[in-house]
């Protein structure tokens, strides 16, 4: 199964330049997701690639800081604000990043709402 994440800009290109090889969350899938697709959030808005997943690791956020920081394409800083007020969160880990050929403009196929964190694809 797949997932689109909602992604900023400078995140999004960071992991399609191998900097970037962990995402954060602050909650996981539900169901088993292989693959997650990269929307773009404003001022790009499109789905611009795909990424399979490694592995998700959850925790204190002291340890996935800990275990994650050398490839986590954010700095620390980031980190603790982006979970401030979790004692636990996520990492997905990117595996074989591969940008489109051409981004994909989602409101070309109607009427697009982009996800507040995620949203399965189901094919």
């Known amino acids: 199964m797949k997932v689109l994440l909602s992604i900023k800009p400078e995140f999004a290109e960071r992991i399609f330049s191998g900097e970037k090889r962990f ?3 602050k909650s996981a899938f539900k ?3 292989t693959t ?3 929307y773009v959030t404003q001022p790009v808005g499109k789905i611009v690639g795909e990424f399979n997943i490694g592995r998700i690791l959850h925790g204190a956020l002291s340890e996935l800081w800990e275990e994650t920081k050398g490839q986590a394409g954010i700095s ?3 980190f603790w604000r982006y979970f401030s007020g979790h004692d636990t969160g ?4 990117v595996k074989k990043p591969k940008r489109y050929r051409a981004a994909i ?3 070309e196929k109607g009427s697009f709402v982009a996800p507040q964190s995620f949203r399965y694809i189901y094919e």
């Open 23 to 25: 995402e954060y969350r």
């Open 31 to 33: 169901q088993d997701v």
């Open 36 to 38: 997650v697709v990269v």
């Open 76 to 78: 620390s800083d980031f």
């Open 90 to 93: 996520y990492a997905i880990e």
């Open 105 to 107: 403009n989602p409101n």
